[in-house]
């Protein structure tokens, strides 16, 4: 293997841990008397600084790139970082951990449904099968009949879920070339 697919595949289980444990963490500051957007506040800007430099060498000569597609740059700040963390987060206050991350993961499902109703395209049939035996484990692990589940929270979930959506599509983009590990310093 390359050293490029051996650093990737490392980037990407150090991602998945920290991905991993920032509710446990986030449910620890909130005992201490931290707030969800303090919570935020300070990963986007640790992340910030984190990025900066990166994206900064990422955007030499290409600063145009960012200029043209500034509204693009901007929303996916906004929803795709801020959104998706800020109602995750907020949720993870009224919810388990667990609870709230799926209900987060349903994003894929939503980005079924609006690809289905911008291209009326009907999605195959084993897309329709996932998604349902998605929806019937959802079910199973809420277990809303025995639960005293907040309300508040689950709509909290669903909007990080949808702003989840909104990341994976703005991601998608190929008309932006602004590159990856810019437009994801510039989010945040």
Request: aromatic content about 10%.
């Amino acid at each position: 293997m390359s050293r490029t697919v051996v650093m990737g595949f490392l980037l990407t289980l150090a991602s998945a841990f920290f991905f991993a444990v920032s509710g446990p963490i986030a449910k620890t500051m909130y005992e201490i008397g931290w707030t969800p957007g303090s919570v935020v506040l300070i990963r986007l800007a640790g992340s910030a600084v984190l990025l900066l430099v990166p994206s900064i060498i990422a955007l030499r000569g290409r600063w145009d790139e960012v200029r043209r597609h500034w509204k693009t740059v901007l929303t996916y700040g906004l929803v795709s970082m801020a959104g998706v963390q800020g109602f995750y987060f907020v949720a993870v206050e009224h919810l388990t951990v667990a609870v709230a991350l799926l209900l987060e993961m349903t994003a894929p499902m939503l980005i079924v449904f609006w690809i289905w109703a911008r291209t009326r395209t009907r999605p195959a049939t084993v897309t329709f099968i996932g998604v349902v035996v998605s929806m019937i484990g959802l079910v199973l692990i809420l277990n809303l009949r025995n639960s005293d589940i907040s309300i508040f929270g689950v709509v909290m979930a669903l909007a990080a879920a949808v702003c989840l959506a909104s990341y994976f599509l703005v991601s998608a983009k190929d008309s932006i070339n602004v590159p990856p590990v810019a437009l994801t310093g510039l989010g945040m």
